[in-house]
Structures are given as structure tokens and as C-alpha cells.
């Protein structure tokens, strides 16, 4: 793969404030050298099977490993030791492996289903204050805020209305829980742009870093 032309001009166009994590679900380890030489440190991945490979081929490197995708718990022993971020906390089973296997805390985003779409994994937004008070009772999880993917044939003002719909759930979770979480992991190739205007502090960036070719 050949990253794309106007890559420069795409980070360039990301502010310093916000976050960027690369998605590496189609991408080799020799295509993710190549995003390590333009500056991009963090590496998400949504595969367990994927992220042990990488992970075991790059493990000398400064890299910060993020998960991204739906974190099976029969993986979980092998995977959780390794992560810097979860993305896709979405169980208090998932909670309880995180307690069993992490020496040290982990920083994560709870994953919200926020348009109660069936095939997708995540937390109800109305469900997000209780399972955010029962995880109080894993040291090692560290909720830093909230994770959401936009649903696919969505407009770019429906999908920044969705974005702002999980800023606004953050905002609800602070005041109720009287907690100051921040982060929101929301927008992806198609829809970074709207993300950003929504107050997105992470974005996941995958097939846009790429020349993809027909």
C-alpha cells in the first residue's frame, strides 16, 4: 500500500488537540512503518488475532497500542496485558477480565450504541450511568470517556447530529456521576470532519491515510 498523496495536508488539517489513531485493520506491518515515519504513533486495531501478530513484529517500537474493536473475552488473557487504550468496553464480564489480566490500570472508553442499532455492540445511552457506576468496582478499568461509530447510510448532518448526541450523553454522565471525564473516540475516514466539529478528541482514521486503488 502507498499512503496517500495528500497525507500531509490531511494531518496538517487535524488539530494538535485532537487525538490520531490509525486503523490498521487492513494494513501490514511493512504499510504501518511507513505511518511511523510520518509522525503517527497510535495504532488501533479490531482484530485479536491481527493486533497479537503486529504487536509481536513492532514491539520494539515507541508504538501506543489501542483496540478498537469488539474485544472477545476468551482473548482477552492475551490481548489486555499489551493494550494503552480500550476502545470497547462494553461488558462488566469484559470489566472483570481487565482485573484479572492488567498489572496496571487501563484507560477506557465505554462503547455506546448511541442509535440502538441491533447489530452493533455498545452500551444503551440509557444504561451508560448504572454500568458506569458498577465498574467503580474494578480499580483497573479507567473509564476516560465514550466511544460511538455513526450509522453507515447516514447523512453528514444526521451523522453530526449523532456525534453531538454522545457529547451531550458525556456532558449528562459528569453531572449525574459528578465526574470530569473528556474523551470521545468518534469519527472515522468518511466522517472525521463532522467529529471534530462535535468536540471529538480521538478520531480513528483508516482508509483516507491510504492511495486505494480500484
Known sequence: ????KNIKTILHSIPNTIQLVAATKYVEVEDMLKLLKEGIYHFGENRTDAFLKKYAQLKTY????????????????????KLD?????????????????REEVLPCFIEVN???????NGISPLECVAFIEKLKKYPKVKVIGLMMMTTKLSTKEEKL??????????????ARLNMSLKELSMGMSEDYLEAIEANSTTI????????IRN
Open 1 to 4: 500500500m502507498e499512503l496517500a
Open 62 to 81: 515507541p508504538i501506543r497500542w489501542h483496540f478498537i474493536g469488539h474485544l472477545q473475552t476468551n482473548k482477552a488473557k492475551e490481548v489486555l496485558p
Open 85 to 101: 487504550v480500550l476502545h470497547s468496553l462494553d461488558s462488566l464480564k469484559l470489566a472483570r477480565e481487565i482485573e484479572k489480566y
Open 114 to 120: 448511541i442509535n440502538g442499532e441491533q447489530n452493533k
Open 161 to 174: 447530529r449523532q456525534f453531538q448526541s454522545l457529547a451531550k450523553l458525556l456532558e449528562e454522565i459528569n
Open 204 to 211: 480513528r482514521l483508516g482508509r483516507i491515510l491510504w492511495e
